[in-house]
Structures are given as structure tokens and as C-alpha cells.
């Protein structure tokens, strides 16, 4: 029988053993080695445990560890050098914390290989060709056809026109949702102010419409849809916006369409200095006779004289003379025309008063298609290069002028590129392939 002593002894042993087995808290502080500050999610391992514990935002922890004998710690955070660390008996008497300095080191990620993305087909067949679009909030409206044919009068040489047309209305999954044929020959796709799709063909124009889901076609003559339609090209609440362009002259004004008022005011004016100073200096190799009747029109019409005699000598189709392209387009409720001539977008307000004038330069690039082009999604402007086999745009800030990065196009020579709700539209063709004119879409943002 034991007696009481013995039993104090055994208990007291017991209890000394279960004291030594018993985890101890381990306080310490990762720090950056370079900069000294706290290293957040660092991860702390007692070696041959399962205890772990993480930093917080000071890059304190506390670990249980089984002390007080020395321990082995790990510590691992992304972007540092995993480390081990001898933590001696001291660290459990010591009253600062452990300091843990950890070294920061560069990760090797696995080789990535990144694609653009591949331009997508919208419209394609086997039996029809694409000839011409128009992309809208509704969908796709897409001129089909099954042979062209070209025109050889003098004043059209080289005009192709399609035969057996077709117009399609696709939805934005790009399935056919209706279509119809068109009763004669036609020439391409138009908008007006409202972006309603107009139809020109050889003879007579048509407004498309659909209704139901169905595409119906109500005829206009070609003489209304040119004089009072496709000066329209934009509008704003209350006005049309348009031009008075015409492609024979080096100079044309931006007007507005009061529709309450029904009348018209000027925005600006726009010139090309430099060939309007050719088209009027040609008054003065003409003969003495051709000068008299010039003089003579100028008293009958009020038109000046060198103005007259620049037509009478036909100096727009001179091979300097270039028909003027200053767009105007409604960005964010401003007006912004973007005068090549001035080097400067022209930015005015809804009432048309002028708010600065920003500079620009990209039409100086020897690569720039002479071409601008809106999202009507957004009203973000693009501007369209090309050169040899590519093709590519960037976006221009109509407040600053600055460019922004190039998107490039996949397909060498695209063709009647357009811009909506971030992707741009082509009609493509391989050279040499059997492959029908084929519609694609490429997303540009």
C-alpha cells in the first residue's frame, strides 16, 4: 500500500510532465526586411505540428508551440522567400516579440500564351454575297446579293450595283430574323437623322421597317431621298443635324433644324484654304471670253465670278481637288466637328455655342483612310488606318485629342469597316478563295 507521501510525490511528478507537454503562445512580428513594415497573410508553421498561424495587417501572429524547449518555425507568404527559423528556449521568456524578417524575391509564373480575340462570322452563305450593312440597336440589316453588276455610263464608270438584292434583319444572336427581296437593282445601304435603314437602288429608294417581326419596304423617289434625307445625318432633341456639303465645292456649313421652329441655323462653316485658293485661281488662265461670260453669270446669279469660272473649268475633277471631310459627331450631348482643316475638333453646345477648340494631328499620318467612325452606342470616335495588309483603329478623346491604343484588325483589306457597341464590322473575302463576301464582327474594347 502506498503511502501518502509516495502519492504527493507521483502527483506532483504528473503534473510537471502534463506542464512541459502543454502548448506555450509564441508572440512575433513579420516584417519586410527592406522596409521594415508589417507583412500581412504571412503563414507561421511549427515544424512537426500542425499549428499554424497568420499575420495580421501589423504583421503580428501568436503560435502555439510546444514550449519551452527551441522550436523550428516556417514562414511563407506570396512574393518572399519561404523561411525557417530556430526559435530558441528565450523566446518564451524574452518580453518583446519575435522578429521575423522576411526578403521579398520575384515569382516565375508558367509561360502564358494571351490571343486577341478572333473576329467572329455574322452573316455568311454559300449561295449569297454581302454587299453592304447597317448595324443598330435592333440588330443587323444586311444587303445580300447573287451577282453584281457594273455600271459603264461616263459619269458612273466603275460603279458596281447589285442584282437579285436581298435585305435581311438579323437579331443580335445573328439569326435571320426576317427578310426580303428587293424589286430592282440597288445600290447600298443609308441612314437618315433617326437611323431608320434606307435602301438605294438604281431607279427608286425604299425605308425599311419592320413590324411583327416582319420586313416591310415603303418607296421614296431617289430625288428626295438625295435633296432631303441624306443631308440629315444626326439629331438631337428638337433638331436635325446635317450639312450642306457638296462634293464639288471646298467649303460647306454644319447646320441645326429647328423642328418647333422649322428653320435652320449654321453651326460653323467649314473650308479647305488651300484648294479653294486653286479652284478660284483658275479665273485667271482662262481666255478673255470664257472671263466675260464668268463675269457675266457672276452679275446674273450673285455668285462670284471665280467661283463660277472654278466650275466652268470642271476643277473638281481635277486630280488635286478632294471633296472636304470635317464629320460632325454628338458626343455625350456636345457637338464635335473635327475639322481637318484647322487642325482642330470644334466642340459646341446643344444651342450651338462654342466651347474651345481642341487640337489635333492624326490626319497628318500618311496611313489615315481619310475615315472617322462613331459608336452610336457610346459616341466613342475611331479613327481608321490602313496600310500594306493592316488594318487598325484608335480611339480618339474629342477633349483632348489624344489617341488612345491601337486595335487591330485580323483580316488584311476589310471592307465598309463600321463601329458598334464595341466591336467593329467588316465584310471580308480571302483573295483567291471560293468563299462568298462574308460579314465579321471583332471586338475592339
Avoid at 199 to 206: L, N, P
Wanted: hydrophobic share 40%.
Amino acid at each position: 500500500m502506498m503511502s501518502q507521501r509516495s502519492i504527493g510525490v507521483l502527483i506532483a511528478g504528473m503534473l510537471a510532465v502534463a506542464a512541459m507537454s502543454q502548448d506555450l503562445m509564441l508572440r512575433g512580428r513579420v516584417i519586410d526586411a527592406a522596409t521594415e513594415r508589417g507583412i500581412v497573410d504571412a503563414h507561421i508553421r511549427s515544424k512537426g505540428t500542425s499549428n499554424i498561424a497568420v499575420s495580421d495587417a501589423n504583421g503580428s501572429f501568436e503560435l502555439a508551440c510546444p514550449g519551452p524547449t527551441a522550436v523550428t518555425l516556417e514562414i511563407s507568404r506570396v512574393g518572399y522567400a519561404t523561411l525557417e527559423l530556430e526559435a530558441g528556449a528565450h523566446a518564451w521568456t524574452d518580453q518583446e516579440p519575435l522578429i521575423v524578417r522576411m526578403v521579398a524575391r520575384a515569382v516565375d509564373l508558367p509561360e502564358v500564351t494571351i490571343d486577341r480575340p478572333k473576329p467572329e462570322v455574322v452573316y455568311q452563305r454559300d449561295d449569297l454575297h454581302v454587299g453592304d450593312y447597317f448595324t443598330k440597336d435592333d440588330g443587323v440589316w444586311v444587303l445580300t446579293y447573287e451577282r453584281p453588276k457594273l455600271l459603264h455610263r461616263e459619269d458612273e464608270a466603275g460603279k458596281q450595283v447589285f442584282r437579285d438584292a436581298r435585305l435581311h434583319l438579323l437579331g443580335h444572336d445573328f439569326v435571320e430574323r426576317s427578310s426580303v427581296r428587293l424589286p430592282t437593282d440597288v445600290c447600298r445601304l443609308r441612314h437618315d437623322a433617326v437611323h431608320r435603314v434606307i435602301v438605294e437602288g438604281t431607279g427608286s429608294a425604299w425605308v425599311a421597317m419592320q413590324e411583327g417581326g416582319e420586313v416591310f419596304l415603303s418607296a421614296i423617289d431617289l430625288k428626295t431621298l438625295h435633296e432631303q434625307v441624306l443631308p440629315w445625318t444626326d439629331s438631337i432633341p428638337g433638331q436635325l443635324l446635317g450639312s450642306d456639303l457638296d462634293p464639288t465645292f471646298p467649303a460647306f456649313k454644319h447646320v441645326a433644324y429647328d423642328l418647333t421652329a422649322q428653320a435652320s441655323q449654321t453651326i460653323c462653316t467649314v473650308q479647305d484654304d488651300f484648294r479653294m485658293e486653286l479652284f478660284r485661281s483658275q479665273y485667271k488662265y482662262m481666255s478673255g471670253h470664257d472671263k466675260v461670260v464668268a463675269m457675266d453669270l457672276a452679275l446674273e446669279t450673285g455668285v462670284d465670278a471665280e467661283i463660277i469660272a472654278g466650275y466652268m473649268t470642271s476643277f473638281h475633277k481635277h486630280l488635286y481637288f478632294r471633296s472636304p471631310y470635317a464629320p460632325l459627331f454628338v458626343v455625350k450631348d456636345t457637338l464635335c466637328v473635327f475639322d481637318h482643316y484647322k487642325e482642330r475638333v470644334r466642340r459646341y453646345l446643344p444651342d450651338h455655342t462654342a466651347i474651345d477648340e481642341v487640337p489635333i494631328t492624326y490626319h497628318r499620318d500618311r496611313n489615315w483612310k481619310h475615315q472617322l467612325l462613331q459608336d452610336r452606342d457610346d459616341g466613342a470616335v475611331y479613327v481608321l488606318y490602313a496600310r500594306n495588309l493592316r488594318t487598325w483603329l484608335r480611339r480618339i478623346d474629342p477633349s483632348t485629342g489624344r489617341l488612345g491604343p491601337e486595335r487591330v484588325l485580323d483580316h488584311p483589306f476589310p471592307e465598309e469597316v463600321q463601329v458598334h457597341d464595341g466591336y467593329a464590322y467588316f465584310i471580308y473575302r480571302p483573295y483567291g478563295s471560293l468563299q462568298h463576301r462574308t460579314l465579321y464582327r471583332q471586338a475592339i474594347r
